[in-house]
């Protein structure tokens, strides 16, 4: 439907091409006129027409268009209305004829859910009829803006793992005590994925982009504990001369305490994130929950899978500190 403004008419009526275009957007989509506070909430009012989603052709001529001067007209006295069947113009990409269509998802609709529901509902049912006429369908704007951020994200999350392990290989001098801490890793992204599920529950909350930064913000948090529990292992049996298990025995029950203090003091600062509602709550109620879970979920993990692996791997890791040490005490006396 093409509506093409009479330039006259609107000059007659004292009417600009932009108040026409204005009033028409406003009866069309609506338009904010203020913010109402309710309950501590701002809540926008929204001025639009009346049934402006059910229009005829017959009806869109009668849409009111008031002037400066008070007059009230109706649309098709001031523009003329007519139904087009082409497009005004031919877009070309790659010598090829490209029609786009633009789609504004709704406030309340989180990009992802938008995008995943435009694949499910519209274009994996278009495909094989566009297939068979060689015809291509394509996804551009945000969404395939959002797919390369979700590739660098998780390209994120490895590499700032693998910086880890390395800083860990130079600082113990060992390749299996930073496997043995990044195996909380896992288990805290585990609690990360199970408190959104159980926040869902409740409150709707997508694994977007700030909940997804949440993972790599937990990587770098969850080995804290655990090399906690190593480095006193290490100096347990470096300054006491302990035997491994019980240096491990010993690191634990000195850490445990320490452990529990910093973790609970963690939990309770990210509470408020978690569960307190406001305007922009949702944005970093993600990470919130994806932190919280994974950070209580890793430290019972820490407890209960470092000291036993530290315990299996007694004997070479033993091992391992006494050709350390050796070495090291070398290079002092000479």
């Known amino acids: 439907m093409l509506i093409t403004p009479n330039t006259l008419a609107l000059a007659r009526a004292g009417i600009s091409v932009r108040e026409f275009s204005s009033a028409l957007d406003v009866f069309n989509d609506g338009a904010n006129v203020l913010q109402i506070p309710i309950n501590g909430d701002l809540i926008d009012l929204v001025v639009s027409g009346k049934n402006a989603q059910k229009l005829t052709m017959e009806t869109l001529g009668n849409i009111p268009i008031i002037a400066r001067s008070g007059n009230i007209m109706s649309l098709d006295q001031l523009a ?34 938008a995008i995943s529901i435009i694949d499910n509902e519209i274009i994996n049912q278009l495909r094989g009829a566009a297939s068979e006429k060689n015809i291509s369908i394509f996804v551009r704007g945000a969404a395939s803006e959002l797919a390369r951020t979700w590739s660098a994200m998780q390209s994120n999350v490895i590499t700032a793992i693998l910086v ?8 113990l001098k060992s390749f ?21 599920a159980l926040l869902n529950q409740f409150i709707k909350q997508p694994l977007d982009m700030l909940t997804m930064l949440g993972f790599v913000i937990l990587t770098g948090i969850v080995v804290n504990n655990a090399i906690l529990l190593v480095e006193q292992t290490i100096l347990q049996v470096k300054e006491e001369g302990m035997q491994i298990y019980d240096a491990i025995v010993e690191a634990t ?44 979920l890793s430290t019972f ?32 006396t000479e």
């Open 176 to 196: 299996s005590m930073p496997f043995i801490i990044l195996l909380v890793v896992p288990v805290a992204s585990t609690g990360g994925i199970a408190a959104l």
């Open 80 to 113: 003329n209305i007519e139904i087009v069947s082409a497009a005004r113009q031919i877009r070309r990409i790659g010598g090829r004829q490209a029609i786009s269509i633009r789609v504004r998802p709704n406030e309340n609709i989180a990009l992802e859910d």
């Open 301 to 332: 993990a820490t407890l209960l899978i470092v000291p036993p692996l530290l315990s299996v791997f007694s004997k070479s890791i033993q091992k391992k500190l006494i050709d350390i040490f050796s070495r090291t005490l070398v290079i002092i």
């Open 253 to 296: 029950r000195n850490r445990i305490r320490p452990i529990f203090m910093s973790t609970l003091t963690s939990l309770f600062g990210l509470v408020p994130l978690v569960i307190f509602p406001g305007a922009g709550s949702e944005l970093y109620r993600g990470i919130g929950v994806v932190v919280f879970g994974g950070l209580a």
């Open 164 to 171: 880890i392990f390395l800083l860990l290989v130079i600082l």
